[in-house]
């Protein structure tokens, strides 16, 4: 099993930076693919960017420039470093582990984008 907690959420004006944490309770290093995700009111939820234990790394269109996704084996956290913040970034945002065929959710970041 693997428990995550995100933090770094926060109020931000737009074009703005924030940097989100993910602490897993373990290792990442053998964790086969660590995720963020995020869901704003009224829509899905949607992956907005992820990495596997290989470094091999992804986007959603919207965010490439702008969000960079890295991990620190040693600290066992996943990053996600957001800038150029929009409002349309407004969102709970998630992290996911995804370990021999399971998923494992953290709590949520509420991450806010407004002037």
């Known amino acids: 099993q693997v428990q995550l907690v995100e933090s770094g959420g926060g109020l931000v004006q737009p074009g703005g930076s924030l940097r989100l944490s993910c602490a897993a309770s373990?290792?990442?290093?053998?964790?086969?693919?660590v995720g963020w995700y995020r869901q704003a009111p009224g829509k899905h939820r949607e992956q907005v960017a992820g990495?596997?234990?290989?470094?091999?790394?992804r986007y959603i269109d919207y965010v490439k420039g702008r969000f960079t996704i890295s991990r620190d084996n040693v600290k066992n956290t996943v990053y996600l470093q957001m800038n150029s913040l929009k409002p349309e970034d407004t969102a709970v945002y998630y992290c996911?582990?995804?370990?021999?065929?399971?998923?494992?959710w953290g709590q949520g970041t509420q991450v806010t984008v407004s002037s």
């Open positions: 990495i596997t234990s290989g470094t091999s790394i």
């Open positions: 373990r290792s990442i290093f053998s964790i086969y693919a």
């Open positions: 996911k582990a995804t370990d021999f065929g399971k998923d494992y």
